[in-house]
């Protein structure tokens, strides 16, 4: 299955709770944080939602 990469590149300090909380659920913590996930309509739905904080990329 395919994999994305994603960054966080952006502080949560300031963001809303919900975006606080979906960016945890990925395993991103601190900037420069990166993690691999599956390419899921699950994990994709999470980046739709926290896109201006992280970069996602093809890994």
């Known amino acids: 299955m395919e994999q ?3 960054t966080l ?3 949560l300090i300031g963001a809303k709770k ?3 909380a979906t960016a ?3 395993g991103l913590k ?3 944080d ?3 996930q599956p390419a899921n309509p699950q ?3 999470k980046v739709a939602k926290i896109i201006h904080l ?3 990329s093809k890994a």
Do not use: F, H, P, Y
């Open 43 to 45: 994990t994709n739905g």
């Open 4 to 6: 994305l990469k994603i």
């Open 9 to 11: 590149v952006k502080s």
């Open 24 to 26: 945890q659920s990925l």
């Open 18 to 20: 919900d975006q606080i």
């Open 54 to 56: 992280i970069e996602v």
């Open 30 to 32: 601190k900037i420069g």
């Open 34 to 36: 990166s993690v691999m």
